[in-house]
């Protein structure tokens, strides 16, 4: 059974930095045998929203309004995606959320909440 664990979130000041995990168990292999991982978010009163993501062979995108600020990362051995997060602002408060994809199956973890405060 894959399972998604994410941590990190936390109450940050606005134009601080914070870095979530996601981790990974269950899973036959490592993080490379999904095909991506992906981070959203999901704010109250809004649509989830698709934050960034990394593929099977390492390559990264982003989101427009978290490009340029937040980069995402990840340690096989740990079977760890992260999301480091830079310039925070107050819209970035949400409850954070990870997943993974392989062949038609996707895996979503439960979030973890940051909040950014002015």
């Known amino acids: 059974q894959v399972q998604l664990m994410e941590s990190g979130g936390d ?15 269950g899973i036959s292999g490592n993080i490379f045998s999904f095909s991506g991982m992906n981070w959203y978010r999901q704010a109250p009163g809004k649509e989830r929203e698709w934050v960034g993501g990394i593929t099977a062979g390492g390559g990264t995108d982003y989101g427009d309004s978290v490009k340029g600020r937040f980069t995402i990362s990840r340690d096989r051995r740990k079977n760890t995606v992260y999301l480091q997060m830079n310039s925070l602002e107050v819209e970035d408060t949400a409850v954070y959320l990870c997943n993974a994809r392989r062949g038609t199956a996707t895996y979503w973890g439960q979030g973890t909440q940051v909040t950014v405060s002015s």
């Open 11 to 25: 109450l940050v000041q606005a134009g601080g930095s914070l870095t979530l995990s996601c981790a990974a168990s």
